[in-house]
């Protein structure tokens, strides 16, 4: 479906690829509908806003989840030999993949328990990576960390009135007139989020702007050649590799939680209603991504 | 021990041998024997008195008033209902404790309805009905509420099934009501009106409970009701009562034990504000404080004056920081129980370090559970903390996203009567943060050091060391919670083998297998549960299990899309009653 859709759109809009192929290989961060598909974005990263892809490349290619290894959080990998079998029990909406996660997993595996036994474990099922099962699950989930089920255990109880109090919490920081608008931001794929403060801003461009820069770390990370990320010398390449990756587009959650599209409304109008930001994975923004293009289209 | 128990005891044994057992005038007369044995409260107690002899069998079950069942499927309404003719208050557990975190489908069981059905035939004067991880309709509730004339006392906690107009029927029907308890269930809320079926002569309550329930209720209906029941003593209301009706409340009931406020956030005039404090400081015998919702450093003040009483103060609803923690401890010398969020970080655990020397239990949960920035919540250094300042410490559950070994191991040296050591590092697998090794010298600690530990939960990076520790020294050790831990079946056997007084065993997402399930064989009858659920347990070793062992019940549920022959999720647990005849379809019963 994705790749009829962009690939009738490249057959229509080859004059548009040919002035944008140098932005090709550009990496930024660019919204429906904005100039910044202009604009010359130096080291940034474009994740969104590429409608047009390479021939003989899918529009959304998917991110190689397994290649995401979390700079922050420890590589659970380490512990785990073998190929997984078990993995945590998930329900709403993931399904554990259990066979698949497994293969997936003879990459990263090494068997390192630090322990008197130098042994290899001869468990033949071990843990799956739990930052696997993250990514796995954020792609589906609007949460930006995958949740395991019932994990943390927190009574529903608790939780659902924890919640509740934190989205409030959240409404009166904005409402607070201390002229701050402080929002998450959510990336799909990485391992933990960030805050910023719209009001700091003064369009979809400069947010644009400010977004790649954040978020760049993480697809550095996910396209690098062979997986191994942090690798500085690789930066060059990486840039360019990019092409080849999939598309995002940028998301909010507005006050009556619903998820929309960046770049509709008015900015102030925006900012006011922002609860936080997502940027999603273009093969999920299925219902999105194709206004993308047509404003794309029809600000060209 | 009771000298004149120990006398009884002799003699009994004695006569027992001896041909003339059944001659009853050699001992005490079956009267004296059940005067004195009413006395026995502990059903623990009671259990081992019943097993010395058949006179004491007998004489223990005439007077035993008080009915615990820690799993209803233990055993079933006719042999309790042969067995005991004379029971005024009943507690009941149901499901696995796995069931709180979703673990379990709907539907699964631990229905009390044919419970009810007995108890209304053979114990037409219950009086009290405390029920945990049961599933009750309203139906039930109205037959509970119809049933029995003298009924007194409604506990339920962590329930599902019915509604608020359940409720309705309890509050309508019971005339001589004196508690009711609703806490943390699945109930569907159709509103607050249940309240304002308490009839106008209701004045017995002394323990109301609805925290836990959102709509509205009549504020009007509940003012009155509180200044009827003078001997109310725990009052705990939900986030729709406001604070000055909270004020307005408390001045009909400055006898109150135990309150929970309502919401703790408004606008008040200083009129209010005034008002409110007098209020607070005129609850003189407060010991027990709990909801704040939404509370703020604006309005916590007005409880300084309550503080210095309390010795339980449960915060875990309020998104407090650290500062405004500390002052209210610092009003709190007392406390014994603290509750709180990790929104209160590192800093405000050490002002409670500092302020609460008597403090014994701790309980620190997190805020956002799912949120990954590790610069919020708390982390060891106040778990130190706190021990460093509160010696006295035997209870804990803490949820962090970071430990180290050495950090557990300074807080076990400074507080080594630990009882209940629940520690949970939230992301599944971490390890200790500086060394990066695993958490297996922490959990070991914990063990070699706390002698008198019962409850353990483990979590974070976990090798087969921590549970040859466990086995080796937890020698007091009833319940074990275990999630993504240990690496292979020889974890699960040395807990199996070596702590003798275990009850309870529940295990989520650990590569314990076959091998380790059978090694329990034995050791199952001799606890209530076994719970292992995403372990590498394949349907072969249960049939074989529960083959072995007819006293075992060894039920398994399986997930969506897997192989057949995993057991995906496994309870086993003994019972008396045989399998159970109201499994639903996806409980297989081998």
Same mark, same amino acid.
């Given at each position: 479906?994705?790749? @009829?859709?962009? @690939?009738?759109?490249?057959?229509?809009?080859?004059?548009?690829?040919?002035?944008?192929?140098?932005?090709?290989?550009?990496?930024?961060?660019?919204?429906?509908? @904005?100039?910044?598909?202009?604009?010359?974005?130096?080291?940034?990263?474009?994740?969104?806003?590429? /409608?047009?892809? /390479?021939?003989?490349?899918?529009?959304?290619?998917?991110?190689?989840?397994?290649?995401?290894?979390?700079?922050?959080?420890?590589?659970?990998?380490?512990?785990?030999?073998?190929?997984?079998?078990?993995?945590?029990?998930?329900?709403?909406?993931?399904?554990?993949?259990?066979?698949?996660?497994?293969?997936?997993?003879?990459?990263?595996?090494?068997?390192?328990?630090?322990?008197?036994?130098?042994?290899?474990?001869?468990?033949?099922?071990?843990?799956?990576?739990?930052?696997?099962?993250?990514?796995?699950?954020?792609?589906?989930?609007?949460?930006?960390?995958?949740?395991?089920?019932?994990?943390?255990?927190?009574?529903?109880?608790?939780?659902?009135?924890?919640?509740?109090?934190?989205?409030?919490?959240?409404?009166?920081?904005?409402?607070?007139?201390?002229?701050?608008?402080?929002?998450?931001?959510?990336?799909?794929?990485?391992? %933990?989020?960030?805050?910023?403060?719209?009001?700091? %801003?003064?369009?979809?461009?400069?947010?644009?702007?400010?977004?790649?820069?954040?978020?760049?770390?993480?697809?550095?990370?996910?396209?690098?050649?062979?997986?191994?990320?942090?690798?500085?010398?690789?930066?060059?390449?990486?840039?360019?590799?990019?092409?080849?990756?999939?598309? %995002?587009?940028?998301? %909010?959650?507005?006050?009556?939680?619903?998820?929309?599209?960046?770049? /509709?409304?008015?900015?102030?109008?925006?900012?006011?209603?922002?609860?936080?930001?997502?940027?999603?994975?273009?093969?999920?923004?299925?219902?999105?991504?194709?206004?993308?293009?047509?404003?794309?289209?029809?600000?060209? | 021990?009771?000298? =004149?128990?120990?006398?009884?005891?002799?003699?009994?044994?004695?006569?027992?041998?001896?041909?003339?057992?059944?001659?009853?005038?050699?001992?005490?007369?079956?009267?004296?024997?059940?005067?004195?044995?009413?006395?026995?409260?502990?059903? =623990?107690?009671? $259990?081992?008195?019943?097993?010395?002899? =058949?006179?004491?069998?007998?004489?223990?079950?005439?007077?035993?008033? !008080?009915?615990?069942?820690?799993?209803?499927?233990?055993?079933?309404?006719?042999?309790?209902?042969?067995?005991?003719?004379?029971?005024?208050?009943?507690?009941?557990?149901?499901?696995?404790?796995?069931?709180?975190?979703?673990?379990?489908?709907?539907?699964?069981?631990?229905?009390?309805?044919?419970?009810?059905?007995?108890?209304?035939?053979?114990?037409?004067?219950?009086?009290?009905?405390?029920?945990?991880?049961?599933? &009750? $309709?309203?139906?039930?509730?109205?037959?509970? #509420?119809?049933?029995?004339?003298? +009924?007194? #006392?409604?506990?339920?906690?962590?329930?599902?099934?019915?509604?608020?107009?359940?409720?309705?029927?309890?509050?309508?029907?019971?005339?001589? &009501?004196?508690?009711?308890?609703?806490?943390?269930?699945?109930?569907?809320? +159709?509103?607050?009106?249940?309240?304002?079926?308490?009839?106008?002569?209701?004045? $017995?309550?002394?323990?109301?409970?609805?925290?836990?329930?959102?709509?509205?209720?009549?504020?009007?209906?509940?003012?009155?009701?509180?200044?009827?029941?003078?001997?109310?003593?725990?009052?705990?209301?939900?986030?729709?009562?406001?604070?000055?009706?909270?004020?307005?409340?408390?001045?009909?009931?400055?006898?109150?034990?135990?309150?929970?406020?309502?919401?703790?956030?408004?606008?008040?005039?200083?009129?209010?504000?005034?008002?409110?404090?007098?209020?607070?400081?005129?609850?003189?015998?407060?010991?027990?404080?709990?909801?704040?919702?939404?509370?703020?450093?604006?309005?916590?003040?007005?409880?300084?004056?309550?503080?210095?009483?309390?010795?339980?103060?449960?915060?875990?609803?309020?998104?407090?920081?650290?500062?405004?923690?500390? !002052?209210?401890?610092?009003?709190?010398?007392?406390?014994?129980?603290?509750?709180?969020?990790?929104?209160?970080?590192?800093?405000?655990?050490?002002?409670?370090?500092?302020?609460?020397?008597?403090?014994?239990?701790?309980?620190?949960?997190? #805020?956002?559970? +799912?949120?990954?920035? &590790?610069?919020?919540?708390?982390?060891?250094?106040?778990?130190?903390?706190?021990?460093?300042?509160?010696?006295?410490?035997?209870?804990?559950?803490?949820?962090?996203?970071?430990?180290?070994?050495?950090?557990?191991?300074?807080?076990?040296?400074?507080?080594?009567?630990?009882?209940? +050591?629940?520690?949970?590092?939230?992301?599944?697998?971490?390890?200790?943060?500086?060394?990066?090794?695993?958490?297996?010298?922490?959990?070991?600690?914990?063990?070699?050091?706390?002698?008198?530990?019962? *409850?353990?939960?483990?979590?974070?990076?976990?090798?087969?060391?921590?549970?040859?520790?466990?086995?080796?020294?937890?020698?007091?050790?009833?319940?074990?919670?275990?999630?993504?831990?240990? $690496?292979?079946?020889?974890?699960?056997?040395?807990?199996?083998?070596?702590?003798?007084?275990?009850?309870?065993?529940?295990?989520?997402?650990?590569?314990?297998?076959?091998?380790? &399930?059978?090694?329990?064989?034995?050791?199952?009858?001799?606890? *209530?549960?076994?719970?292992?659920?995403?372990?590498?347990?394949?349907?072969?070793?249960?049939?074989?299990?529960?083959?072995?062992?007819?006293?075992?019940?060894?039920?398994?549920?399986?997930?969506?899309?897997?192989?057949?022959?995993?057991?995906? !999720?496994?309870?086993?647990?003994?019972?008396?009653?045989?399998?159970? *005849?109201?499994?639903?379809?996806?409980?297989?019963?081998?």
């Amino acid at each position: 479906m994705e790749n @009829s859709s962009s @690939s009738s759109i490249v057959s229509t809009e080859s004059e548009k690829n040919s002035v944008l192929n140098l932005k090709e290989t550009e990496l930024r961060l660019g919204l429906p509908g @904005s100039d910044f598909l202009e604009k010359k974005a130096g080291t940034g990263i474009s994740l969104f806003g590429k /409608d047009l892809k /390479d021939e003989g490349n899918n529009g959304f290619s998917q991110i190689p989840l397994k290649n995401l290894v979390s700079g922050a959080k420890r590589v659970f990998s380490d512990a785990i030999d073998g190929s997984g079998k078990w993995g945590f029990s998930m329900k709403g909406g993931s399904e554990v993949d259990l066979g698949n996660g497994g293969s997936e997993n003879n990459n990263t595996l090494q068997s390192c328990l630090a322990g008197p036994s130098g042994k290899e474990i001869g468990n033949p099922n071990p843990a799956k990576p739990v930052e696997d099962k993250k990514n796995e699950n954020n792609s589906t989930a609007p949460a930006s960390k995958a949740q395991v089920v019932g994990w943390p255990p927190i009574r529903s109880f608790r939780k659902n009135t924890l919640a509740t109090n934190l989205s409030k919490n959240n409404v009166v920081e904005g409402k607070s007139g201390l002229g701050c608008v402080y929002v998450k931001v959510s990336m799909d794929g990485a391992p %933990y989020l960030r805050k910023i403060d719209l009001k700091t %801003y003064c369009s979809y461009a400069e947010l644009s702007s400010a977004l790649e820069k954040m978020f760049s770390c993480f697809t550095i990370g996910q396209y690098a050649p062979h997986g191994l990320p942090g690798q500085e010398h690789l930066r060059e390449n990486c840039l360019k590799d990019l092409l080849h990756g999939s598309e %995002y587009v940028l998301t %909010y959650e507005d006050k009556d939680s619903d998820w929309m599209l960046v770049g /509709d409304v008015p900015w102030e109008m925006f900012t006011d209603s922002c609860k936080r930001l997502r940027i999603m994975k273009g093969s999920d923004a299925t219902g999105l991504a194709p206004r993308a293009m047509q404003k794309c289209k029809s600000q060209s | 021990m009771d000298p =004149k128990l120990k006398k009884t005891k002799d003699s009994s044994s004695n006569s027992a041998n001896s041909p003339d057992s059944t001659h009853s005038s050699f001992l005490f007369p079956d009267e004296v024997l059940e005067r004195v044995l009413s006395l026995l409260h502990s059903h =623990k107690d009671r $259990s081992s008195v019943s097993l010395v002899c =058949k006179d004491w069998y007998n004489a223990e079950r005439w007077t035993r008033t !008080k009915l615990f069942i820690g799993n209803c499927y233990s055993v079933s309404p006719e042999i309790v209902a042969r067995r005991f003719p004379r029971i005024k208050s009943v507690t009941l557990k149901g499901k696995p404790r796995f069931s709180d975190f979703n673990l379990v489908p709907q539907y699964w069981g631990a229905d009390v309805h044919s419970w009810l059905v007995m108890f209304a035939k053979v114990y037409p004067f219950l009086e009290e009905l405390r029920l945990k991880r049961m599933t &009750l $309709s309203d139906e039930s509730l109205k037959f509970l #509420a119809t049933s029995f004339p003298g +009924f007194k #006392a409604l506990s339920l906690l962590s329930c599902d099934g019915f509604s608020t107009d359940g409720l309705k029927a309890i509050a309508t029907h019971c005339k001589n &009501l004196t508690e009711l308890d609703i806490q943390e269930n699945g109930i569907d809320d +159709f509103g607050g009106g249940w309240l304002s079926c308490f009839s106008e002569n209701c004045s $017995s309550l002394e323990v109301l409970n609805f925290a836990s329930l959102s709509s509205d209720v009549s504020f009007d209906a509940l003012e009155k009701l509180v200044r009827r029941c003078k001997s109310l003593r725990i009052l705990k209301v939900n986030k729709s009562i406001s604070l000055d009706q909270l004020q307005q409340l408390l001045v009909q009931a400055p006898q109150l034990i135990e309150l929970g406020t309502g919401s703790f956030q408004q606008e008040l005039t200083p009129r209010q504000y005034e008002d409110l404090e007098t209020a607070f400081s005129n609850c003189k015998n407060l010991q027990t404080l709990s909801g704040l919702w939404e509370a703020t450093s604006l309005h916590l003040p007005v409880l300084y004056a309550a503080c210095a009483s309390l010795t339980f103060l449960n915060l875990s609803y309020a998104t407090l920081r650290s500062d405004e923690l500390a !002052k209210l401890v610092a009003h709190s010398p007392n406390l014994r129980r603290l509750w709180v969020l990790d929104t209160v970080e590192d800093k405000g655990l050490e002002t409670v370090g500092s302020s609460c020397p008597l403090l014994e239990e701790l309980r620190v949960y997190p #805020a956002d559970p +799912f949120e990954l920035d &590790l610069h919020h919540g708390v982390t060891e250094a106040g778990f130190l903390a706190v021990s460093h300042g509160c010696r006295k410490l035997h209870y804990v559950l803490y949820f962090c996203r970071q430990m180290t070994n050495a950090a557990v191991a300074t807080i076990v040296q400074n507080c080594p009567d630990f009882t209940h +050591f629940r520690l949970c590092i939230m992301n599944p697998g971490e390890p200790d943060y500086l060394t990066n090794e695993p958490m297996d010298e922490a959990f070991g600690a914990v063990v070699k050091t706390c002698t008198n530990l019962q *409850r353990l939960a483990v979590s974070g990076l976990l090798t087969d060391l921590t549970f040859e520790y466990i086995g080796r020294y937890a020698k007091n050790l009833e319940t074990l919670s275990v999630a993504f831990a240990g $690496s292979s079946d020889r974890g699960m056997q040395c807990v199996l083998q070596g702590c003798p007084k275990l009850r309870k065993l529940e295990i989520r997402d650990s590569p314990f297998g076959n091998a380790a &399930l059978l090694s329990g064989v034995e050791k199952y009858e001799t606890m *209530r549960s076994l719970w292992m659920s995403a372990c590498n347990v394949t349907m072969s070793a249960c049939r074989l299990l529960a083959k072995d062992m007819p006293r075992l019940n060894v039920e398994v549920m399986r997930d969506e899309g897997s192989d057949d022959r995993q057991a995906d !999720k496994v309870y086993v647990y003994r019972s008396v009653a045989g399998p159970r *005849r109201d499994a639903p379809p996806f409980v297989l019963t081998l």
